[in-house]
């Protein structure tokens, strides 16, 4: 089992890009939060579209749990809350749908989930009537169904869930641990879901995942360190370029 497990990474560059997206991963829940969204498209090079969610899946849990642990006073319940409900819903959605695509509709549903959250994110700057929006009794439902099915169909809520949590005007600190908090019960969700009905979690995918568990550690420390040191201003900056970022990888990818 450990042979087929080494034998789903080809060669050496592909192992140091899988640790890289590793790394990443573990940045993002607890310091920059869509730099763990460059590491989709890689991951889906690797492995391919579906069975890519799958092993990316249980990295995120881990990483999850690294910065729910860490930020386990900051993050606020009742964002969680009003997200919540829409959010299981959007999950069932997108597993409903995942059910009958081939590998390379997944990939161009992915990249519609980036490109989804950056749309959304580009008219936020742009509307002067988005401010009234946030308050909206549909806006937090609204949401989080496209937040559970951008994270169902790829791990590929964090657009969507960068903008949202900017629009609420959180501090940098809330900002991450109410994400880190929202994501991990929608992961620990879809652990199931993903096992008993997409069929994509696997012992070898769970070997690579323990595999890279020491750069899942070392990310997190290196986003709460950056996030210590980095400007409010700056952060906001930041998410918003990976965003773009984002969306283009999987474009383009």
Not at 97 to 126: A, E, H, N, P, V
Not at 162 to 178: E, P
Not at 185 to 194: C, E, R, S, V, Y
Request: with cysteine; hydrophobic share 60%; aromatic share 14%.
């Amino acid at each position: 089992m450990i042979e087929e497990a080494l034998s789903l990474i080809p060669s050496p560059s592909a192992w140091a890009l899988y640790f890289l997206c590793a790394l990443f991963i573990g940045m993002s829940k607890t310091g920059i939060l869509n730099i763990g969204t460059l590491a989709i498209p890689f991951f889906a090079m690797l492995f391919g579209a579906r069975y890519s969610t799958g092993i990316v899946l249980i990295l995120l849990c881990f990483a999850d749990l690294v910065a729910v642990i860490y930020y386990r006073k900051a993050f606020l319940w009742s964002e969680v809350k009003q997200l919540l409900p829409m959010a299981l819903a959007g999950l069932v959605a997108g597993l409903l749908l995942g059910q009958y695509i081939d590998d390379r509709t997944f990939k161009i549903l992915i990249s519609f989930c980036i490109l989804l959250g950056m749309g959304i994110m580009l008219w936020t700057q742009s509307s002067s009537r988005f401010g009234r929006l946030v308050n909206n009794r549909w806006y937090s439902p609204l949401f989080g169904f496209i937040m559970g099915f951008s994270t169902m169909i790829g791990n590929a809520a964090g657009p969507a869930l960068s903008v949202y949590m900017l629009s609420k005007k959180l501090d940098k600190i809330t900002f991450t641990a109410t994400a880190a908090w929202f994501i991990m019960i929608l992961n620990f969700t879809k652990i199931p879901l993903q096992l008993f009905v997409w069929h994509n979690l696997s012992y070898q995918g769970l070997i690579l995942n323990i595999m890279a568990l020491p750069f899942i550690i070392l990310g997190g420390i290196l986003g709460i360190k950056i996030l210590k040191v980095m400007p409010e201003k700056r952060f906001r900056q930041v998410i918003m370029v990976l965003v773009v970022i984002s969306a283009l990888f999987l474009v383009f990818k």
